[in-house]
């Protein structure tokens, strides 16, 4: 099974501290970013990933080349046009060949067990499951809703009320189904409007307690700078 981790994004808001490095190749103690994703999705034992990227293949190309493969089988997608993380997916579509796959933010960094997401996924013949993390504050995120069959009912804005909700935890398993909701050959957000068309449909949550971190503003990546090297891989 494939694991698809999107690291297209432009990283506009490290622009300041990273430069032209791409988002996933931010230094984390003494290794990039992605080495820590990389290793997390070999300890769980799988080893098929496809990075899509634009601007910073190369560079994503050149670092593995010349670093830990970690056992791991990896391909490329080079996007021409950033098409968002929806069109990002679909391209990766003639490279899928089983009827499930999990699709990785190249900026978020989740300890959820792949593959009992993927039994939960399984067994409720999901078109798509999404990791939820669980955030005292969700005023920058937006939160979702489960229902008590943990389906996905609603997803919230962006309003900070001081409690505990769930988030997207930036991890979700597809089945091939997903790729009839995105459109060909024009950007489109997955965020935004695939899994809200999603809702009602076959899209579930699937709560998790593990560590999350997310390293898309400075102050998180100043955090998980921090954190991550002190906590390792689990």
């Not at 593995?64 to 021409?80: F, Q, S, T, V, W």
């Not at 997401?117 to 979702?144: P, Q, W």
Request: hydrophobic share 40%.
């Amino acid at each position: 099974m494939k694991i698809i981790i999107l690291a297209g994004g432009l990283g506009t808001r490290l622009k300041g501290i990273l430069g032209d490095l791409p988002k996933p190749l931010a230094p984390i103690g003494n290794k990039p970013f992605l080495e820590y994703l990389l290793t997390f999705i070999a300890k769980q034992g799988f080893t098929d990933v496809i990075i899509s990227s634009g601007h910073g293949v190369e560079a994503i190309r050149e670092f593995l080349r010349n670093g830990p493969m970690l056992g791991l089988n990896i391909e490329y997608i080079a996007e021409k046009e950033l098409l968002g993380t929806g069109g990002a997916i679909k391209l990766a579509e003639p490279l899928i060949e089983s009827d499930d796959f999990f699709v990785i933010n190249g900026d978020t960094y989740f300890e959820v067990d792949l593959r009992e997401m993927l039994r939960f996924h399984k067994a409720r013949r999901a078109i798509a499951t999404m990791a939820l993390a669980h955030k005292e504050n969700t005023g920058r995120y937006g939160s979702v809703s489960i229902d008590k069959a943990n389906k996905i009912i609603a997803f919230i804005e962006k309003v900070d009320e001081g409690r505990a909700r769930y988030i997207n935890g930036g991890m979700y398993v597809f089945s091939r189904e997903i790729f009839g909701y995105i459109p060909a050959n024009r950007v489109s957000s997955l965020e935004r409007e695939v899994l809200p068309a999603l809702v009602g449909k076959g899209l579930y949550g699937f709560p998790g307690d593990g560590y999350f971190i997310d390293i898309g503003i400075p102050e998180d990546y100043e955090k998980a700078k921090k954190e991550l090297p002190v906590r390792g891989v689990v």
